[in-house]
């Protein structure tokens, strides 16, 4: 059973910096996709950032030149480096990644539980 694991929310006020991990759990095979959702209360679950098992990333115009995406695929991680935040950034952060338990399956959706960033202002 593969499960990802979310560390490094938490309540920080504007302009500070976190960062947020987000651990592969359980046998795996590949790992294509790796990003991080986010959902603000009363909002639409929404794509931050995403990077390709080749390192070609991307991100929404409000995070751009801010956060900053990367994985280690050794470990199976990935993790958001957030910066300048903003009281908007406040949201629950979701990582996700698409991957394949072997090497004949298909390529699956694997969730997060979610972590909890609070930006004061």
């Known amino acids: 059973q593969v499960q990802l694991v979310e560390s490094g929310g938490g309540l920080v006020q504007a302009g500070g910096s976190l960062r947020l991990s987000c651990a592969t759990s359980g046998s795996i095979f590949s790992i294509n996709v790796m990003d991080w959702y986010r959902q603000a209360p009363g909002k639409q679950r929404e794509l931050v950032a995403f990077i390709t098992s080749g390192g070609s990333k991307n991100y929404i115009d409000s995070v751009k030149g801010r956060f900053t995406i990367s994985r280690d695929n050794a470990k199976n991680t990935v993790y958001l480096s957030m910066n300048s935040l903003k009281p908007e950034d406040t949201a629950v952060y979701y990582c996700?990644?698409?991957?394949?338990?072997?090497?004949?399956?298909?390529?699956?959706?694997?969730w997060g539980q979610g972590t909890q960033v609070i930006v004061s202002s």
């Open positions: 996700h990644v698409v991957g394949r338990r072997f090497w004949n399956s298909p390529d699956l959706d694997y």
